[in-house]
């Protein structure tokens, strides 16, 4: 028997899609830490962690923005952090 290759193109292509939509969702073990978690974390593991205060709110979205791709941390994670170090600040 012979298979239809727009069967197999149809069914390839749904799945592709929902690795891909899959793929983006945060994990749940991440999305429930709070900012002060990941600041921790994500900074913490690199080098020692500025104050909360040692920078104003505009310089802090500058930074976070700035190692957002350098820590290799989410949109969602990288909000957390601006959040709590505006909300400490």
């Given amino acids: 028997m012979k298979k239809n290759p727009i069967i197999l193109t149809i069914a390839f292509m749904i799945f592709m899609a929902m690795m891909i939509i899959g793929g983006c969702a945060t ?10 978690q990941l600041w921790g974390e994500a900074c913490g593991r690199c080098h020692n962690t500025a104050s909360p205060s040692t920078f104003s709110d505009v310089d802090w979205d500058i930074a976070v923005k700035h190692m957002q791709f350098r820590a290799q941390i989410t949109e969602d994670e990288a909000n957390k952090i601006v959040e709590f170090l505006k909300s400490a600040n």
């Fill in 27 to 36: 994990p749940a073990h991440i999305s429930a830490k709070s900012g002060a």
